[in-house]
């Protein structure tokens, strides 16, 4: 039953449980887009239409022509909305929906009658078996149409073509066995990248005298095929005396069928229980399928005493190294060589002072808890810095078993020549809010004699709402080595040295907690001994709260020990921030450390997405230092740059950075303010610059071409992409702004928009008289399709005008006229549509002339000429 309501300015049409509303838009136009089931005329009047059915049970919309003729609409408009929107026949990309999951991308073929042929590829996609039975077994380009529907009857197929989407619903039988299929993610494909990370610093003192400091750290690889490669090292310069460090080089794929990681080359050993050691061979461990980039739970804290340079190491090697500025900073993410190695933090102010402290392997190791599988490496040690003679040959090999739900068992060997270890770790969760890690290991070094034992214990729990408790322990014995620790030279003579630069034992402990009303708090406390004597400690902590008007918070930091060139005790930091507008926020503080108490205070403002900048001064209360500040940081797009400018009594100082990356591909290079990952991809709005395109990382602005880079796609997870259609031109339209993909690891990914450039056009249309058009007749195209109908006052809106401007109107007593119009060449693509003047000619008097003028053609001399043959004149 179909049922109307009638109300200015728009229709409402019910059709059992559907309900469709027609806007009336522009002088009441059709609304292609909303006919379904019923056709609905958006003008001053309305009609309802009877419902039948086609061929093959096709829904059909019945037209009442002499309620069209009594409205003044041409009857023949009735067969252009006979038939529901369709996929034409071919093959596209569209969005597969299967039971309500949204599964990403895929390829789709559809018929002549644009129905869906259930291709190998597209069964892969949505994880469903793959009938015998075929119903086209198609050409050899093309893939063959399984009969899914003859084996799954009860299969219901949604196709969307306004929303290019495939919905499915299929019965549980229809899907394949649980596990990770290769067809569910989309593989393969070829790019290269170059990720760059430039720090330069630069101190000019007032008596002449200059230091300067620039890291240049690149990271160059290549997706093929899911395989991946990649190669990082950081070249450092300090006052001309240069430093290269290469860190890795390796080619890497995950192996779906056994879900693991297969690596070779330059690598970090991964195992559960053993510290990682830098080596030149292969391995295979299991967590390649289901890690996440940046989860490896390592975070530095600490506070900067003024602009600082911290730098981050790992196994010896120098793995990050960034500025910050003064005030407390937090670094995560970080591009760890391995997870089971302590992190030697050096935070190096602009006066040269330098604050050193240990973030122990033990204290973030929980949050990247062992995942079930074997773990094996082997190759040879690479030397490190101070390393002497040959390298020994390493095989290590792990293995991880659950434990019920909540608990992992880790054990594993290691031998090296003359050196031998064992281990063994577990991982438990006994209760929903306590979490346990225990390692234990033991090593022989028969060429010194040496033999000993580590263990270490964390626990991470919730004592209450909002309050979190996290400890570690670890200790070693005198005689413990790991393999990075094997000397091949006189172990005798260096022994004293040696023991003085390892710890005896570490302890972490962190509380935080949250209250609406008190705020929030949060303290660390570390301690490290070593066999020398010497212990090093270090206390943090932090309270913030926010008030209506302004943000409170304080910081306490305090290294002591033998902890280098700096230790002044306990630092502490009071900060006010006041909000003065959206994007602008005023700011004070005062810190005292040691003897010295310094105020300062700065402005800061965000002026868009691609801009922001500080200004700032701090003066001495109790001593005459004083010093003023500017900081840029901007993302102009496609890279991220910032520049800071200092002054003091003594020195002025500059600093700058410059980071992202670039992504060769087929068609070109595109280039992103972002680190390009693991997977990657590009996203194309063909021929569209500046359009803002939302993904996983953050937003991208495609170039010049229409192109932005993608640069990191979670492996294995649906990824969200979105254009944001207030970045358009007003002339260009785009069929689906949202696109969801799966993408494996390793693979690269060629993402296109479709965009339509349309012209829209306004006319003005008069008749030969002058007068205008009739309201309610039909515009048709040259081939004569239906295209629009004439509003009132005889204007006429194309929705797009493109190539097409031969246009006729259907008049009464079926004449026919001409609209003659002209359009100019430059035309503002950021206006919605141009205007312009017609005039209707009638097509039936130029025939009739031109019939007049055309000579007659002479009789047949011989009645028996052939007619289709020509006649002699």
């Avoid at 299967?98 to 390829?107: A, D, F, P, S, Y």
């Avoid at 760890?336 to 604050?355: P, Y």
């Avoid at 797009?637 to 003594?650: I, K, M």
Wanted: net charge negative; hydrophobic share 35%.
């Amino acid at each position: 039953m179909m049922t109307v309501m009638q109300a200015e300015p728009c229709l409402v049409v019910r059709n059992g449980g559907r309900r469709f509303v027609c806007g009336r838009g522009a002088g009441g136009l059709w609304s292609r887009k909303l006919i379904l089931s019923a056709a609905i005329w958006c003008g001053t009047g309305g009609y309802v239409l009877a419902q039948g059915l086609g061929k093959a049970g096709e829904t059909l919309a019945q037209f009442d022509t002499s309620i069209l003729s009594s409205r003044g609409i041409d009857p023949g408009v009735s067969d252009y909305f006979r038939h529901a929107p369709r996929f034409h026949e071919g093959t596209r990309v569209v969005s597969l929906r299967v039971n309500g999951n949204q599964l990403g991308l895929t390829e789709a073929r559809f018929d002549r009658e644009g129905e869906l042929c259930f291709t190998q590829v597209l069964l892969d996609k949505a994880g469903l078996r793959v009938p015998a039975a075929t119903v086209d077994q198609g050409e050899w380009s093309e893939p063959a149409c399984h009969d899914f529907l003859a084996q799954y009857p009860n299969t219901v197929v949604s196709l969307r073509p306004n929303r290019e989407e495939v919905a499915l619903v299929v019965p549980s039988e229809a899907f394949r066995e649980l596990g990770l299929d290769e067809g569910m993610f989309s593989r393969g494909g070829l790019a290269g990248l170059l990720n760059y990370d430039v720090l330069g610093l630069e101190s000019q003192s007032r008596s002449g005298g200059a230091s300067r400091y620039l890291s240049v750290a690149t990271e160059a690889g290549v997706n093929l095929g899911d395989w991946i490669v990649r190669s990082r090292q950081l070249n450092t310069s300090i006052n001309g005396v240069q430093r290269s460090e290469h860190l890795y080089a390796y080619a890497q794929r995950d192996l779906l069928p056994w879900q693991s990681t297969f690596q070779l080359g330059q690598l970090s050993s991964n195992s559960p229980v053993f510290g990682g050691v830098q080596f030149s061979g292969l391995q295979f461990f299991p967590d390649g399928v289901k890690r996440n980039a940046g989860a490896s739970g390592a975070v530095v804290e600490g506070l900067a005493l003024s602009q600082s340079r911290v730098e981050v190491r790992q196994s010896g090697a120098l793995i990050y190294t960034t500025l910050v500025p003064e005030g407390p900073f937090t670094l995560s993410n970080l591009p760890l060589l391995n997870g089971t190695s302590d992190l030697e933090v050096s935070v190096i102010e602009e006066n040269g002072a330098e604050q050193r402290f240990v973030v122990p392997a033990a204290s973030f190791r929980g949050a990247a808890p062992a995942q079930s599988g074997y773990y094996v490496s082997l190759g040879q040690v690479r030397a490190s810095e101070g390393s002497e003679g040959d390298q020994p040959l390493l095989a290590m090999g792990s293995a991880s078993w659950g434990l019920g739900r909540s608990s992992a068992l880790s054990t594993g060997l290691v031998g090296a020549q003359t050196y031998q270890a064992a281990g063994l770790g577990l991982d438990t969760r006994p209760m929903e809010n306590l979490t346990l890690g225990a390692r234990g290991n033991v090593s022989r070094d028969k060429a010194s004699g040496e033999s000993g034992a580590r263990s270490s214990l964390s626990l991470g729990t919730s004592l209450a709402d909002n309050l979190d408790l996290t400890l570690s322990a670890t200790r070693q014995t005198p005689g413990y080595r790991e393999v990075s620790q094997i000397h091949y030279v006189d172990r005798h003579t260096d022994r004293d040295d040696f023991l003085a630069s390892r710890f005896k034992d570490q302890y972490t402990a962190g509380l935080s907690w949250f209250d609406p009303a008190l705020g929030g708090f949060s303290v660390g406390y570390s301690r490290s001994s070593q066999f020398d004597d010497q212990a090093y400690a270090r206390l943090h902590g932090s309270w913030s709260k926010s008030f209506k008007h302004a943000s409170v918070s304080a910081y306490i930091d305090s290294a002591v020990g033998a902890s280098g060139s700096y230790d002044e005790g306990v630092s502490v930091r009071l900060q006010v921030s006041v909000p003065l507008g959206k994007d602008r926020r005023a700011r004070s503080s005062i810190r005292h450390q040691g003897s010295r108490s310094t105020m300062t205070a700065a402005y800061s403002e965000r002026v868009n997405e691609y801009l922001n900048y500080e200004v700032g001064a701090e003066q001495g209360l109790n001593h005459p230092q004083s010093l003023t500040r500017g900081t840029v940081n901007a993302t102009p797009r496609y890279t991220q740059v910032g520049l800071t400018a200092s002054q003091d009594r003594f020195s002025t100082n500059y600093s700058g950075y410059l980071k992202g990356g670039v992504v060769a591909h087929g068609q070109g290079m595109t280039f992103s303010p972002y680190r390009v990952q693991e997977t990657f991809g590009v996203v194309s709005l063909a021929g569209v610059p500046g359009a803002r395109i939302s993904t996983p990382q953050g937003p991208v602005w495609t170039d010049a071409k229409g192109r932005a880079v993608i640069a990191s796609l979670p492996a294995y997870n649906n990824s969200r992409l979105e254009v944001d259609t207030r970045s358009l031109p007003k002339r260009v339209d785009i069929q689906n702004g949202t696109k969801v993909l799966s993408a494996g690891r390793g693979s690269f990914n060629a993402v296109d928009f479709s965009v339509v450039n349309v012209r829209r056009l306004l006319l003005h249309a008069r008749d030969e008289g002058g007068q205008a058009l009739p309201h309610g007749v039909s515009v048709l195209a040259d081939n004569d399709d239906f295209l629009t109908s004439v509003a009132g006052d005889g204007m006429i809106f194309i929705g797009d005008i493109g190539g097409q401007q031969a246009l006729k109107v259907a008049l009464s007593d079926s004449r026919t006229c001409q609209l003659q119009f002209e359009l100019t060449e430059d035309n503002d693509e950021d206006l919605p549509y141009e205007s312009a003047s017609a005039v209707c000619r009638d097509l039936q008097s130029n025939e009739a002339l031109a019939t007049a003028e055309e000579p007659e053609l002479p009789e047949l001399l011989d009645g028996d000429t052939d007619a289709g043959e020509p006649s002699e004149s």
